[in-house]
Nanobody, 121 residues
Framework: DVQLQASGGGLVQAGGSLRLSCAVSGFTFGEKAIGWFRQAPGKEHEGVSCINWDDGNTYYTDSVKGRFTMSSDSAKNMIYLQMNSLKPEDTADYYC??????????????WGQGTQVTVSS
C-alpha cells in the first residue's frame, strides 16, 4: 500500500518561510508523479506543485511560481516543499500525494493526512 505522511506545517508571518516534508512508502520514485495539493477553508482542492517523472518536468500553480520549490530525495523516500515569501492566501491544509493514472499531476490516487499552514498578515 502507498502511504504518505506530511509534516512541517505551522504558523508563520507573511513573508516568512516553511519547509514541508513528506515521508512516502509503497511507491517507486522515478515512476509516474508525486506532488502537493492544498485545501483552504471553504475552498476546493488546488494543485500546488508536482514532479512528473514521465515527462521530466516539475509543475507549479501560477500563484506559487518563484516562491515555492519542490524537491525529492529517492534515497530517503521523501519529498519536500520549500515555501518562501508566504502570503495569507497560502493558508491551507497541505497534502502530499501520488499520481499514477492517465492524468498525471491532475488526478491523485493516494494521499496522506495534511499538515496545516497558517500565514498571518
Amino acid at each position: 500500500d502507498v502511504q504518505l505522511q506530511a509534516s512541517g506545517g505551522g504558523l508563520v508571518q507573511a513573508g516568512g518561510s516553511l519547509r514541508l516534508s513528506c515521508a512516502v512508502s509503497g511507491f517507486t520514485f522515478g515512476e509516474k508523479a508525486i506532488g502537493w495539493f492544498r485545501q483552504a477553508p471553504g475552498k476546493e482542492h488546488e494543485g500546488v506543485s508536482c514532479i512528473n517523472w514521465d515527462d521530466g518536468n516539475t509543475y507549479y500553480t501560477d500563484s506559487v511560481k518563484g516562491r515555492f520549490t519542490m524537491s525529492s530525495d529517492s534515497a530517503k523516500n521523501m519529498i519536500y516543499l520549500q515555501m518562501n515569501s508566504l502570503k495569507p492566501e497560502d493558508t491551507a491544509d497541505y497534502y502530499c500525494a501520488v499520481s499514477t493514472g492517465w492524468d498525471l499531476c491532475r488526478v491523485y490516487d493516494y494521499w496522506g493526512q495534511g499538515t496545516q499552514v497558517t500565514v498571518s498578515s
